[in-house]
């Protein structure tokens, strides 16, 4: 019994044996396909050479398609006149001026409507999100709407709404709607007082930065003196005062050299003052009202994203409610909005490209666009232009990364 | 041994339960929120009473022409005259049928696939996937038994925004799928591919991606390479879109954790039969909200193509402000076009947010 069993048991182990010799006898000679560094090598290089393969006939055909269509190559255009008017420059421009300078008023339009878009969502935005926790039963269902409704909007629509609709819906420059005689808003635009500066308007300047640094100087001697005492010095009311007080002195020390520049009624239009044209205010109301919907949501989700223990812990400590929010909740919630907020930024930048649709002269509209019709160098304007969001987009996440890495939670 | 009995609980004070005691609480809680709420309040009427008006009570409900537009508040004949513009473009009137099975057939998949007591979804969505589109396109565009050939340039209004936006989908899923994977893969040649892919299309405006595509996509192919514009601006939506998908995807892929992997490894699972069978089932479900942000985001962007001169449903609304005879009625031709988008974003965000609640099961 016991010798049958053994040999039964020596034979499964001999098969067992064979088996595993059979098996790497059959697969020695291809085995090395198993190797997972191999494979990523192989996949690697016929991905590399597919991608080759498939850039070179795209560039080629290029190639001879400029050359049959007698396109030119080559950055030369940039030197040559436009001969096309921009409607707004922050530059001085003229149809005389180069393609390289059209590039330039482009660009320069196109920061202008992304930092005043950035600075309009992001208070209206953090006044809807922070409308959306109040405890006001109505007040946070006017703001879930808010949201709601604009963000369900495509941006295109609500930039030619505001263009063509609301805008055109204004009265005339000589019936023009009227605040306290300096701010104006007709069918031309949006009028609103500028300055004027005369001899000395430095001085006033210089004493704002000085006043600025001494401020902030103020500020860290007093958190100093708070870690070292534990004494708490009023700050913001020193400096605040301090920056007010002393320019108004300069000012008029050195005789008022700053005047404000009122828009005046002068025929059909109006003169002097800072003219906010139609389609940069249409541009500029859709997009903030846009991008302030999505920011709402981002405010809310990061003040809700702090514990409401931390509230109640600083309650404990005998905190103030300001001061908790200060303190507790603000520094905490940063951390959460920061990171989508920038993205957000971002996509307003490249949404303003949508400026086109209504003639606002921005980079897309004036350089992909007008400049573009005029020489066909599709390639190169559209890489330029690609490149300038490109290397923007690129540079916020670069600073992101440095942002997260410093700010990120530390945990045990 | 007497038992002892608990008198009865006294109800709650009349000045906490109740209307009353709800209006309090939560609009008149002090002196700040009475004022934000009577302000409020007063506004909302205000305008809702105004836009009622405007809209429904003095507007021009019934007509056909020009002319019945005779009074002071909105006029929805413009509306009614352009519908099926809105809807089908310039699409032939007696092949109008043809956009019209599409729609419905559209409209019975969304159903079938969406509402969960309907059983076979998985024939369903494989119908979607593969014969579908095939078959759709021989239907709109025709040139197969006996159907006349309609042309792309004919195509319009709603017709155009949901084909863009749903084949801007059904593309860029898998596509996004790969670059999420190849984002997060060994092989460094791969990896950076798809980073600077990704970063590449998220950094520009998809308005330069249109653009080129439009303008340089043909100077990219051989001969009378003449691809038609429709599927011209696809491949832009198409390259652009997959880049989103691709992160939203990346997301769930980071957030499941490193034991899901070791154990599909130790079980002796491939590269692929890890990803299908472990991996993906559950990244995907985790970032489905993200996925369909990027939809009602594609859906949204489709009304770009009105700048390279297509006509999806704010181009047909933009046309139509045009018109000559309809002048000065852009406000009810820009508010059915709003409301066209906003009830399909909302719905699918609306959709999202209780898919998201059923499937949350605990994955975190």
């Known amino acids: ?412 | 041994m007497d038992q002892f009995n608990f008198s009865p609980s006294q109800p709650p004070p009349s000045n906490t339960i109740g209307a009353a005691a709800w209006l309090r609480k939560h609009l008149f809680s002090n002196v700040n929120n009475s004022i934000i709420t009577v302000v409020l309040f007063v506004f909302l009427l205000s305008s809702l009473w105004s836009i009622f008006q405007w809209g429904f009570w003095n507007a021009d409900w019934v007509g056909s022409t020009r002319a019945d537009c005779s009074r002071e508040a909105a006029c929805w004949v413009f509306i009614q005259v352009r519908f099926e513009q809105f809807m089908f473009g310039f699409y032939p009137e007696e092949e109008s049928w043809r956009p019209t099975l599409f729609f419905a057939s559209l409209v019975v998949f969304v159903l079938w696939l969406f509402i969960e007591k309907i059983p076979y979804k998985k024939y369903a969505l494989v119908f979607v996937l593969v014969p579908y589109p095939l078959l759709a396109t021989a239907l709109l565009y025709g040139g197969v038994a006996s159907l006349p050939v309609v042309d792309t340039h004919a195509w319009g209004g709603l017709l155009v925004t949901l084909i863009i936006a749903l084949i801007g989908m059904l593309v860029s899923l898998p596509l996004g799928i790969m670059l999420a994977l190849g984002r997060r893969s060994q092989m460094p040649i791969v990896r950076s591919l798809s980073t600077v892919y990704i970063e590449f299309w998220r950094g520009v405006p998809l308005i330069t991606v249109l653009f080129m595509a439009s303008v340089m996509l043909p100077l990219f192919f051989t001969g009378d390479f003449d691809v038609d514009k429709l599927l011209r601006a696809l491949i832009g939506v198409v390259l652009f879109n997959s880049a989103y998908m691709a992160e939203a995807i990346r997301g769930g892929l980071q957030s499941i954790s490193k034991g899901q992997y070791e154990a599909g490894e130790a079980l002796g699972l491939s590269y692929w039969r890890l990803h299908r069978l472990i991996i993906l089932p559950q990244a995907l479900k985790i970032c489905i909200p993200s996925i369909v942000n990027t939809f009602i985001a594609l859906l949204k962007d489709t009304s770009l193509v009105l700048i390279i001169g297509m006509f999806d449903v704010l181009g047909i609304a933009t046309a139509a402000n045009s018109d000559p005879e309809w002048l000065g009625f852009s406000t009810e031709s820009f508010i059915f076009a709003a409301l066209i988008f906003w009830i399909m974003c909302f719905g699918m965000s609306r959709y999202s947010l209780r898919l998201e609640n059923k499937l949350n099961t605990g994955h975190r």
């Open chain 1, 1 to 412: 019994m016991s010798g049958s069993n053994s040999v039964s048991k020596n034979t499964a182990k001999e098969q067992a044996a064979k088996t595993l010799a059979k098996s790497e006898v059959n697969t020695s000679w291809y085995r090395w396909i198993y190797n997972p560094g191999v494979r990523a090598v192989l996949f690697q290089t016929l991905l590399v050479i597919t991608i080759s393969v498939i850039l070179y006939s795209l560039v080629s055909n290029a190639l001879q398609n400029l050359q049959i269509r007698g396109i030119a190559t080559g950055f030369g255009f940039m030197d040559q006149t436009a001969g096309f008017g921009i409607g707004m420059s922050l530059i001085e421009y003229d149809s005389t001026d180069t393609y390289g300078r059209t590039f330039v008023v482009g660009l320069l339009n196109t920061a202008l409507i992304g930092v005043l878009g950035i600075i309009f969502a992001t208070i209206l935005g953090f006044i809807i999100g922070v409308a959306r926790l109040s405890n006001n039963w109505l007040l946070s269902r006017v703001a879930s709407l808010y949201v709601e409704i604009f963000r369900n909007i495509p941006l295109l629509l609500q930039i030619l709404f505001w263009y063509t609709v609301v805008l055109q819906a204004l009265p005339s420059a000589r019936n023009s709607l009227s605040l306290f005689d300096a701010l104006f808003l007709n069918i031309r635009g949006f009028y609103l007082p500028g300055f004027n500066f005369n001899d000395g308007a430095v001085g006033i300047l210089i004493a704002i930065i000085v006043c600025l640094i001494a401020g902030i100087f103020w500020h860290h001697k007093a958190h100093k003196h708070q870690e070292e005492t534990g004494e708490c010095l009023p700050t913001w009311r020193y400096s605040l005062s301090l920056l007010i007080a002393v320019p108004l002195l300069v000012y008029f020390a050195l005789g008022q050299p700053v005047s404000l520049d009122y828009p005046v009624l002068k025929g059909f239009n109006f003169q002097g003052g800072v003219n906010v044209n139609p389609e940069l205010f249409a541009l500029l109301i859709a997009l903030s009202i846009y991008t302030a919907s999505f920011i709402a949501e981002i405010v809310r989700s990061g003040i809700n994203a702090v514990d409401h223990g931390q509230t109640e812990a600083a309650g404990a400590l005998g905190l103030t409610k300001g001061t908790t929010l200060k303190l507790i909740i603000i520094p905490q919630a940063l951390r959460v909005i920061i990171p989508p907020l920038t993205s957000q930024y971002l996509n307003l930048v490249k949404n303003s490209s949508l400026a086109m649709a209504i003639g606002y002269p921005d980079l897309v509209s004036v350089f992909a666009g007008t400049t573009l019709n005029q020489t066909g160098q599709a390639i190169e304007i559209i890489s330029m232009t690609m490149g300038v969001y490109l290397a923007l987009s690129l540079l916020t996440s670069l600073l992101m990364n440095i942002y997260n890495s410093k700010k990120a939670l530390i945990e045990r």
